[in-house]
Each structure stands twice: as structure tokens, then as C-alpha cells.
Nanobody, 125 residues
Framework: QFQLVESGGGLVQPGGSLRLSCVLSGFTMDYYAMGWFRQAPGKEREGVSCIGSSDGMTSYADSVKGRFTVSRDNAKNTVYLQMNSLKPEDTGIYYC??????????????????WGQGTQVTVSS
């Protein structure tokens, strides 16, 4: 069964860090670019980051550049999102998603066909 499961969310104070993980099952991650998205209450889902498989190249939304780092471990079928210097505006549900190609091309949600259930990240003092 094709499944993506995120973990690592929680409540953190502004300036803090979290590391999200997304474990894939039912398929090998080797052939897919992987993305992270987030959705805040009342807002549209937005792309956060993407990492390719064939080239390992990464891309980030301007709002998280320099603070977030995406990585992947194909042997563990897992993709990570290290989030540092968190801000209240980073609050939302974070989703990982798989793209049907092995490279990234923008951060558009419709380009990603498989999604996890999400993990809540709350940045608040």
C-alpha cells in the first residue's frame, strides 16, 4: 500500500527548531522527487521545499530560505525537513508529498500526486 506518514511536529517557541520526518511505504523513494507543503488555518496550501532524487537538488519558498533544510535518505525511504529559527507564521499543518518525476520543478501542489496525512507545527510563546 502506497503510504506517506509524517512525524515530528509539535509546539515550539519562536526561535526554536523542529525536525519533521516522512516515511514512505509501499514504493521505493528512489524515483520520486519529494516535497514539503504547509497549510495554515484559513489559508491555501503552500509549497515549502522540494528535493530531487536524480540530482539531489533542492528548492525552497522564499519565506523559509536560510532557515529550513530538506534532506532525504533513500536507504531508509525517508525525507526530512529541519526547521530552525521558527516563527509564529510557520504555524500550520505540514505535509510531505511525492512527485511522479525524479526532479523538482517548482512548488506547485498539483504536481505532487501522493500525500501524507500531515503533522501539526505550532510556533507560539
Amino acid at each position: 500500500q502506497f503510504q506517506l506518514v509524517e512525524s515530528g511536529g509539535g509546539l515550539v517557541q519562536p526561535g526554536g527548531s523542529l525536525r519533521l520526518s516522512c516515511v514512505l511505504s509501499g514504493f521505493t523513494m528512489d524515483y520520486y522527487a519529494m516535497g514539503w507543503f504547509r497549510q495554515a488555518p484559513g489559508k491555501e496550501r503552500e509549497g515549502v521545499s522540494c528535493i530531487g532524487s536524480s540530482d539531489g537538488m533542492t528548492s525552497y519558498a522564499d519565506s523559509v530560505k536560510g532557515r529550513f533544510t530538506v534532506s532525504r535518505d533513500n536507504a531508509k525511504n525517508t525525507v526530512y525537513l529541519q526547521m530552525n529559527s521558527l516563527k509564529p507564521e510557520d504555524t500550520g499543518i505540514y505535509y510531505c508529498a511525492a512527485r511522479g518525476w525524479d526532479y523538482c520543478s517548482g512548488l506547485s501542489a498539483p504536481d505532487f500526486g501522493s500525500w501524507g496525512q500531515g503533522t501539526q507545527v505550532t510556533v507560539s510563546s
